[in-house]
């Protein structure tokens, strides 16, 4: 029987809940494993709770990346169009990759309103087929307004950035930290400052990789 829910932020609850379950049936041959597993399961959580976070990709993929290179795992910040072979739709996206393996929470709640199944290593958490194929575009030009403007920005420029729409400049490092707690224990904010004005996200294009400044 298919439980009732009385909002989509209950659905999403439910779907992160199972789709956290299925995580530990997909094998992750990695050294870390565990850290990846739950920098991801804090990230997945965090977007579930947050209704605010619908169509943040450029947000929750930032944050698995500062969560998982934190703790030592390379992973690269990635951007560019996915095209969801379901929907017969192509948008532009963000999302972490790890070994050249897809980790991409942000695809469960999407700016449509859509509720999509998280990919994790590749495979999407409800362990069904996946339907979506990432960086299918040929260059930056297909990409939207927004994530053309994310090229040229480092991943600190891009959070100090919520400043500029009347926020607190430290609201969404404090998001960050949030769903990072017990995963990167205390931290100096100006340390990470420092540290993520010279990360970049990577354009992810049909057969070509290209970093910053493109």
């Known amino acids: 029987m298919i439980p009732h829910f009385n909002s989509k932020l209950e659905f999403l609850t439910f779907l992160s809940t199972e789709c956290i379950r299925n995580m530990k049936k997909i094998e992750l041959n990695h050294p870390q494993a565990i850290e990846i597993h739950n920098a991801y399961e804090s990230t997945l959580n965090y977007l579930a709770k947050t209704e605010e976070a619908s ?32 929907a017969n739709t192509q948008f532009s996206h963000s999302w972490v990759e790890i070994d050249g393996e897809i980790f991409d929470p942000a695809i469960m709640h999407t700016l449509d309103g859509n509720v999509h199944p998280p990919v994790y290593n590749g495979v999407k958490l409800t362990l069904e087929p996946l339907t979506m194929e990432y960086g299918v575009s040929k260059d930056k030009d297909a990409l939207d307004r927004d994530a053309k403007h994310l090229l040229d920005k480092s991943v600190t420029a891009y959070l ?41 996200r990577v354009l992810k294009t049909k057969g070509i990789e290209s970093k910053g400044d493109l």
Not at 68 to 73: F, K, R, V, Y
Not at 165 to 187: R, S, V
């Open 160 to 200: 100090d950035a919520i400043k500029d729409y009347g926020y607190p400049k430290n609201f969404l490092w404090d998001e960050i930290l949030k769903a990072g707690i017990g995963i990167m224990g205390f931290t100096n904010l100006s340390r990470l400052r420092k540290k993520y004005d010279t990360h970049y």
């Open 55 to 86: 169509g943040g990709c450029h947000l929750i993929s930032a944050m698995l990346h500062i969560l998982l290179t934190e703790q030592g795992i390379e992973n690269e910040l990635v951007i560019g169009e996915v095209e969801d072979y379901e």
